[in-house]
């Protein structure tokens, strides 16, 4: 049976109803009980959601809720890759060393939701809501409003202000939570602002629809996005399951718009903490024209403790992949700190030697590069 056939099936409404994206916003599954008529909880996941719902929204989309019974059906281990990310676990509870705006970006922000961080670089954070919430995002000081599909008109119309009124801003990230959970209409209106400024050269979103809620990435919205050029896009696959036949639509889509793509992962415990399962999930990506961009070590927020693993798990995945898949298809591992993104690298320098280079190669043993400290 073909995934839509199945989700269709699973929400009782026809196919076209089940790829819209406004059907799948109001019929968001939000709360427990709705979570039951679909899952079978966990104690731990059912007490998650009796402790936990003040804390951190939960919130799924139809989409990703099939996704994960499907997954469950083939393998419920696999599928755990996808349930974890979603469903509140009561170990979250247990966990209050973290915190919750790690990177410092209220203090990094001269109007409210401009991030200025970088000199020639803002995150611009327009968006309140998610089609999925997820257990680790690291923005959960986002505002509880409630505004449907617009943008808050202040937060644009100040951020837009201080953008226009500073030069140095080469490049805007427009992000949220997920900037494209708003209309065509709102995304078209902002785009239209930032463009009428005369030193921003390029324009990115930092959305997880492809993810979670593909059929979000219409033809009209590409239309809207194409106006617009130079528009770059980074998008947030997590692991190869969630590259379905219906993501990876979306993504060509996006693509054959003249969008360059790049995805940013969090290194997730049981999700993609391992070689192979890294291996798949870039590999996959560079077939649907998506550059694996950033590996994010995951912050200790609050509530996510049970979400991590030791960095250094990481750093070894990072340098396996080197030299067993493209160039293309390895990303730079970074940990996120309030001064900016800091990479992690594995140290190939071994030492000189006179005037030469010692270098651990990709057989593990050395390579004398020879004259490289200086020209002779
Ligand atoms: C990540 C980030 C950016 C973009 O950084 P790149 O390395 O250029 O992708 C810009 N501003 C803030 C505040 C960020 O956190
Ligand atoms: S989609 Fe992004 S902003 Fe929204 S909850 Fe997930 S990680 Fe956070």
Request: hydrophobic content about 35%.
């Amino acid at each position: 049976m073909s995934f839509t056939q199945f989700a269709s099936q699973m929400f009782g409404v026809d196919k076209s109803k089940f790829k819209s994206w406004l059907w799948q916003m109001n019929n968001q599954i939000r709360d427990k009980k709705s979570c039951e008529k679909y899952f079978k909880l966990s104690p731990d996941e059912q007490e998650g959601f009796d402790k936990l719902n003040e804390i951190f929204n939960f919130g799924c989309s139809p989409y990703y809720a099939a996704l994960i019974k499907k997954v469950e059906k083939e393998s419920p281990k696999r599928a755990k890759s996808l349930r974890s990310q979603v469903l509140p676990h009561i170990q979250e509870a247990f966990d209050n060393e973290g915190v919750k705006d790690p990177l410092d970006e209220v203090l990094h922000s001269p109007v409210k939701e401009v991030v200025h961080l970088y000199p020639d670089r803002v995150a611009f954070c327009v968006a309140m809501l998610c089609s999925v919430y997820c257990r680790f995002c690291y923005r959960k000081r986002r505002d509880d409003e409630h505004i449907g599909l617009h943008y808050n008109r202040k937060i644009i119309a100040n951020g837009v202000k201080y953008i226009a009124e500073t030069p140095a801003i080469k490049d805007v990230l427009i992000t949220g939570g997920d900037p494209f959970v708003a209309s065509d209409e709102a995304i078209d209106y902002l785009l239209s602002q930032l463009r009428a400024i005369p030193h921003v050269e390029i324009i990115r979103f930092g959305t997880r629809v492809p993810v979670t809620m593909p059929y979000r990435i219409t033809d009209d919205l590409c239309s809207v996005l194409k106006k617009y050029h130079p528009i770059w896009l980074n998008t947030h696959f997590n692991c190869v399951e969630e590259l379905t036949d219906d993501a990876c639509s979306s993504l060509k889509l996006l693509a054959d718009a003249g969008i360059p793509i790049g995805n940013q992962s969090v290194l997730l415990k049981d999700v993609n903490d391992s070689y192979d399962a890294m291996k798949a999930l870039c590999s996959k990506l560079i077939v649907n024209r998506v550059r694996p961009y950033y590996l994010f070590y995951p912050h200790l927020i609050a509530g996510t403790k049970h979400l991590r693993v030791p960095y250094k798990l990481g750093l070894d995945i990072i340098r396996k992949l080197r030299g067993k898949i493209s160039g293309y298809a390895i990303p730079t591992y970074v940990i996120d700190t309030p001064s900016g993104k800091v990479p992690l690298y594995h140290n190939h320098i071994l030492g000189e030697d006179k005037e030469d280079l010692l270098l651990e190669d990709l057989n593990q043993e050395i390579w004398r590069e020879k004259k490289a400290l200086k020209l002779s």
